[in-house]
């Protein structure tokens, strides 16, 4: 281990990076507290990672049948099909996914000392032996990092390769970067409230939070 200390790198820093970058763009005060890594990510950014995890064999296996399939079907039909165009580009993302998990696997059995692999080897085995093991995975300096981002990457492309990333929500009141009205969005599937307008975007979790303190101390109508 090195003598740094990590802030989390998860989605629970997003809205203190924000607000820092509002902070040097406007010089308005950052009054959050940016949140330590334990010692890399936080405990509710593992236990993101880890149903992360959990869900990914289940969104792998749900690729075979999804939209990018019929897409390639359809770009097939054309008379002068490129040759070297992928005649699956899902099946391509649940192959390389699952070749990434294999060989966490196989990283982690060495670097833990454990065995190799054997028997009949899958994403689920993959993803069991990984969730048995996440903490020491997850602690590991700075190899940690690059494995939980990956890890919600690979959820975040599953996710709009299924199709159950597509439905887009939107979040009622007032941008707090640029303060425009009816811009504010969620994508299911993520953490983050975006603005359409200036590309400013929180963690949901926070948002709520940081838009009540935003409107402390000034007048309302429901004020008595
Ligand atoms: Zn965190
Ligand atoms: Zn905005």
């Not at 296996?61 to 070297?84: E, I, M, Q, V, W």
């Not at 054997?118 to 689920?124: A, L, P, S, V």
Request: charged content about 20%.
């Amino acid at each position: 281990m090195s003598d740094e200390t990590y802030l989390c790198p998860g989605p629970c820093n997003r809205a203190w990076e924000t607000a820092e970058r509002i902070h040097h763009e406007t010089g308005q005060p950052n009054n959050l507290t940016p949140n330590p890594g334990r010692p890399i990510w936080c405990p509710n950014c593992q236990d993101t990672i880890n149903t992360h995890l959990l869900n990914t064999p289940k969104l792998v296996n749900n690729l075979g049948h999804g939209k990018l399939n019929t897409l390639a079907a359809d770009l097939g039909r054309t008379s002068h099909p490129d040759p070297h165009a992928s005649p699956s580009p899902a099946h391509d993302l649940r192959d390389e996914i699952t070749r990434w998990t294999k060989r966490m696997e196989d990283e982690t059995r060495t670097h833990l000392g454990h065995p190799p692999a054997t028997g009949r080897r899958t994403i689920n085995s993959a993803v069991a032996y990984l969730t048995g093991h996440l903490t020491p995975i997850l602690n590991r300096d700075p190899d940690g990092i690059d494995f939980g981002a990956t890890i919600n990457t690979n959820h975040r492309r599953l996710l709009t390769a299924t199709g159950y990333g597509q439905l887009t929500h939107r979040i009622p009141g007032q941008c707090l970067h640029c303060n425009r009205r009816g811009t504010l969005n969620r994508q299911n599937g993520e953490d983050l409230v975006k603005c359409r307008h200036c590309g400013a975007s929180w963690d949901y979790e926070h948002y709520g939070f940081l838009a009540r303190a935003a409107s402390q101390g000034k007048p309302t109508k429901e004020t008595a």
